[in-house]
Structure formats: C-alpha cells, structure tokens
C-alpha cells in the first residue's frame, strides 16, 4: 500500500513537472498538491465588483445622503406629529388634582391612558395592574403614594432606584398625566395579583362640580371608605 501510495504521488508529480509549463499549472506544488492554474470567470468578478461599488453607494444613501431619512427619525417626527394634533385641545396639562378628577371622568383619555399603560408599564405591573414585578393598583395600599398628585412624580422620577423607572424622558408631559390619572381610576377596579403593599391610604378626593377640589373632609373620608377611616383612626 504503501508502496503504490509513493508511486502514485511520485507519478503525479511528474506530471505536474510536464504540466509545469502547460497553461494549465501555475507551477506551485506543495506535498504533492499542485495548483492549476484556474481563475475565477469574467462573470464572478463583475459581480464582485459592484457588489463593492454598490456597497459605497448604499452606505453614501443610508448614512449621508439628504435624500434619504432614517426610519426612525421618520417615526420619531410621526409620532411628535401625532401628539402635537392629539394635544392640541388639551393645552398643557399640570398635576393638580382637580385637572387629575376631572381626567378621571373622561372616558377618551382614560382610553388613551389604558394605551399608554399597555405600551409601558403592564410588563411590570401586570396586564389588569393586578401587580407581578410591581405592585398593584387596585387596592387601598400604595408605598409612595399618600395622595393622588404623588402618583405624578413617581411616574415621571421612578421609585426604589430605578426598579420602578423614571418615565419623564421618555413620554410627553402630559402623557404622564393622562397616565396618572388613568392609574389612580385603576383603585378599586379589581383584586389585586401581589399582596397589598405599603400602607392603606385615604380616598381620593371628591371631584368638586365647578370649582376646585376641596382636600376631603373626615366626613368624607368616612362615608367613602369606613375601613380606610377605621385604620387611619386605630
Ligand atoms: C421595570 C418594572 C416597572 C415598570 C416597567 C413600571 N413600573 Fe411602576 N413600579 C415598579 C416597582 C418595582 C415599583 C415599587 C417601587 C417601590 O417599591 O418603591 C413601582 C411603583 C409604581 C407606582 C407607585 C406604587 C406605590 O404603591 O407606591 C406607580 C404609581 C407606578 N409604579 C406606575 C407605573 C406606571 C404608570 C408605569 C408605566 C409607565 C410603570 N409603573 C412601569 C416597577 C415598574
């Protein structure tokens, strides 16, 4: 075996010293191998080529090229458009509580802020803001919130270091209060997933017809929510 192994390699290296001169060796051999002379055709350059003629083009296009916007700037400006038109009639909305109660009751912009909520917050607080990272939002018991407007800037400056993010950079200003008005409607809607958190806290104040908002009364407070009273006074 062996032997015939070396006749074969040596015939075949005589060969390749015939061939040497031939067109078809390039005249390199190495263990044996020999290289033939056999370029790539015509047709497999001029793809080659352009492809790298088109790839400077392509980057000129996507990268420089006024002609050309990107996606997502395209996006960006779509959706600054849409909510230039869809806050047009809003003005600028501010955190206060009668703006909050008066949201509340208006069943558009609840819609709107169910569609926010869905977009940002149900990864963590649950798809019926029944809580799983986060906690719920349908019962009496909030950690940082004592009264309706506190929910404003938990949204906007997030809580615990970041495990509740902040939001105000990331959605318009009156985003965030279209949204907390949506979350503070979300109490009593619904059991909660999580167990309740933080401290039980009074209702939310009654919606005054007109006027401001008073800060709700004792009186008040009690006929809203007897148990809500009942703990704050043991
Ligand atoms: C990455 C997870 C995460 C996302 C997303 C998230 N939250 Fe939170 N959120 C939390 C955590 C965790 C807390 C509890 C913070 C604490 O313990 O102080 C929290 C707390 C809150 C509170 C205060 C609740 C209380 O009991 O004091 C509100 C209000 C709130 N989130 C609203 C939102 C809204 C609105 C969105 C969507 C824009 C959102 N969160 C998105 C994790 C998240």
């Known amino acids: 075996m062996a032997d015939s192994n070396t006749t074969s390699s040596t015939t075949r290296s005589k060969t390749g010293d015939q061939a040497a001169g031939s067109t078809l060796s390039t005249g390199h051999e190495y263990d044996g191998i020999q290289e033939y002379d056999n370029p790539t055709p015509a047709w497999w350059h001029i793809i080659w080529l352009a492809t790298i003629v ?6 000129y296009m996507s990268l420089w090229s006024p002609m050309f916007v990107h996606q997502t700037e395209r996006l960006v400006s779509a959706q600054e458009e849409e909510i ?4 047009a009639d809003l003005g600028t909305l501010e955190n206060e509580q009668q703006t909050l109660l008066t949201l509340m009751e208006d069943e558009k912009w609840m819609t709107f802020g169910a569609a926010v909520y869905r ?7 649950g798809a019926d803001a029944g809580g799983s990272v986060g906690p719920d939002m349908l019962d009496d018991y909030y950690i940082n919130v004592a009264s309706i407007t506190d929910i404003h800037d938990i949204i906007r400056d997030g809580a615990a270091g970041g495990a509740m993010p902040a939001w105000g950079k990331r959605l318009h200003p009156n985003e965030v209060v279209l949204l ?3 979350i503070a409607k979300l109490r009593g809607t619904g059991d909660g997933i999580r167990p309740p958190e933080g401290e039980i806290i009074a209702p939310w104040p009654a919606r005054a017809e007109g006027g401001a908002a008073d800060e709700p009364t004792e009186e008040a407070q009690t006929m809203a929510d007897p148990a809500a009273a009942d703990s704050a006074g043991s």
């Open 84 to 87: 230039k038109v869809l806050f």
């Open 180 to 182: 907390s008005a949506y």
């Open 119 to 125: 977009g940002a917050c149900v990864s963590c607080h």
């Open 54 to 59: 088109l790839s400077v083009f392509y980057f």
